[in-house]
């Protein structure tokens, strides 16, 4: 079993930044992929980014359409830490975001891939 726990939330004016960090218990984590959603209020979780385990030394990511070019994911294989940069906030950002695992490395967007969850950070965007 893995466990995730998020930290980094709060609240920021439209145009700031913050970063998130999810740190993951586990022998393997370099051997994971992992991957940030998050859920506004009244809506669906949604995909946001995804970074690959270890191939060939490098690690890969991706993003969600409205996240490209302002979001950043990031992980630290020795600490067991994932990171996701979040510049240009917009209020449509609001949302809690969750960081999740997938144990068999599926570098997937969909969250029914994802084998374990943490609890969340509400992220807060104010116009």
């Known amino acids: 079993q893995v466990q995730l726990v998020e930290s980094g939330g709060g609240l920021v004016q439209a145009g700031g930044s913050l970063r998130l960090s999810c740190a993951a218990s586990g022998r393997s984590f370099s051997n994971y992929a992992m991957a940030w959603f998050r859920q506004a209020p009244g809506k669906e979780r949604e995909f946001v980014a995804k970074?690959?385990?270890?191939?060939?030394?490098?690690?890969?990511?991706d993003y969600a359409d409205d996240v490209k070019g302002r979001f950043t994911i990031s992980r630290d294989n020795a600490q067991n830490t994932v990171f996701l940069e979040m510049s240009s906030l917009k209020p449509e950002d609001t949302a809690v975001y969750y960081c999740?695992?997938?144990?068999?490395?599926?570098?997937?967007?969909?969250?029914?891939?994802?084998?374990?969850w943490g609890k969340g950070t509400l992220v807060t965007v104010s116009s």
């Open positions: 970074v690959s385990r270890a191939i060939d030394s490098r690690h890969y990511a």
């Open positions: 999740a695992v997938s144990t068999t490395g599926l570098f997937s967007s969909n969250y029914y891939d994802m084998d374990y």
